[in-house]
């Protein structure tokens, strides 16, 4: 894994060392910059952001009309599963008025089209923040498919959307995608097809957990998908192509930097990990010195790029589950990136340039890893629907790094 780490570092540090060229230009010329300051991290954000906005800028209210909630989920996530997996979804508000909160909604998800389809499993949306609601968004299993158990599955997706106190429920694009990305790891645990509970759907290592949600988001830009789902609440028109293309085109940038403050603290997080007792900082003054060591060691300037975390408060180092794995972000987004090139080449999972979004595609990415679980080596499972072993080199292409 340090191997993948320090391929990463070159490209993601010169990039961002010319990512810092631009913004101490725009720095120099600001009328608000005290004269003789220069550039450094802390200038990073509001010059980045400055240059986001000028170059692909599209604020969250242009947008949100045609980000209507009920259309993001049924016609956007919902059909986006149908196309690749041939699966459908029968809302069941009977089932939706036993739920633990109003707003709550149930759907049944059938293996294929029509009334005898199989039922494959239920699905729980539950959308609006409220009051004793956990923050943030996410997945879980309330019930994993067993063969064992005889259980089907029931999964359940979580976000803290701000219900409007009347009318429709507009979202931004980063909820868009969060929606996307959830429901990523409900087809994981819907999919699953296994005898053992423990193996089921998302019971898998951290470092490939993460993997079907970030292909998932995907889907979100696909021409046909975003023509489904993104239509203006009040007039029904299509999101005007400009600004899809603008929302397309934004995905290497400031990847440099943002790669590179990531991998620092991945790297420090192993740094931790691999010390020998008697080489562990005796006092706390020294932290600072060993960060600074280990980042250098794999060719990361922290004086340009500080790493997302300082070891002081890196609660992923020590707690929560992460020890040594933070790296796992990463791992996981290169088989993603790796994933999504299958997906959209021609002869391999698309036909006729439809970015692989058919049957044939989503059967064989079911067949062979969604629904395998750990109940197989996730890298066999990966092998098995890509025919060779992850490779870095399209995620270096996403993020511009090449
Ligand atoms: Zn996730």
Not at 123 to 131: K, L, P, Q, T, V
Request: hydrophobic fraction near 40%; glycine fraction near 10%; proline fraction near 6%.
């Amino acid at each position: 894994m340090s191997e993948l780490l320090t391929r990463l570092v070159p490209p993601a540090m010169a990039n961002a060392r010319r990512d810092a060229k631009t913004y101490a230009a725009r720095m120099a010329a600001d009328p608000a910059t005290v004269p003789g300051e220069s550039f450094g991290p802390a200038d990073w954000p509001h010059y980045e952001e400055a240059e986001r906005k000028e170059r692909f800028g599209i604020d969250d209210a242009t947008l949100a009309p045609y980000l209507e909630l009920s259309n993001v989920i049924e016609r956007g996530v919902f059909y986006a599963a149908g196309r690749l997996y041939g699966i459908c979804f029968h809302e069941r508000p009977d089932l939706a008025a036993h739920m633990y909160a109003p707003d709550v909604r149930v759907w049944e998800v059938r293996d294929g089209e029509g009334d005898d389809a199989p039922v494959l499993g239920l699905f729980i949306g539950d959308y609006y923040a409220r009051e004793g609601k956990h923050g943030g968004a996410w997945m879980d299993s309330l019930v994993e498919q067993s063969h064992l158990t005889g259980r089907k599955p029931v999964v359940i997706n979580c976000l803290n959307l701000t219900k409007p106190e009347a009318g429709p429920t507009l979202l931004s694009w980063d909820n868009v995608i969060t929606a996307f990305h959830e429901f990523g790891h409900a087809l994981h645990g819907l999919f699953a097809d296994t005898r053992w509970p423990s193996a089921s759907g998302t019971n898998v290592p951290r470092d490939v957990v993460e993997f079907p949600s970030q292909v998932n988001e995907k889907w979100a830009l696909h021409p046909q998908v975003i023509a489904s789902y993104a239509r203006h609440v009040d007039t029904g028109a299509p999101l005007p192509e400009g600004l899809a293309e603008r929302l397309r085109s934004q995905g290497a940038f400031g990847q440099g930097y943002a790669t590179t403050e990531y991998l620092g603290a991945a790297v420090l997080d192993q740094a931790w990990h691999t010390l020998q007792p008697q080489e562990v900082p005796a006092d706390v003054t020294a932290v600072e010195g060993f960060e600074h060591t280990a980042l250098a060691d794999v060719g990361i300037d922290d004086a340009l790029v500080p790493p997302r975390y300082r070891s002081t408060y890196f609660a992923h180092v020590f707690g929560g589950g992460y020890g040594a794995a933070y790296y796992a972000y990463i791992w996981s987004e290169v088989m993603d990136a790796d994933t999504t090139e299958w997906f959209r080449t021609d002869g391999e999972g698309a036909r006729d340039g439809d970015l692989g979004l058919n049957r044939e595609a989503g059967e064989r990415f079911r067949r062979e890893f969604l629904s395998r679980g750990d109940s197989r080596d996730p890298l066999v499972s990966y092998c098995a629907y890509r025919g060779r072993d992850p490779r870095i080199e399209p995620l270096l292409r996403r993020r511009g790094l090449n």
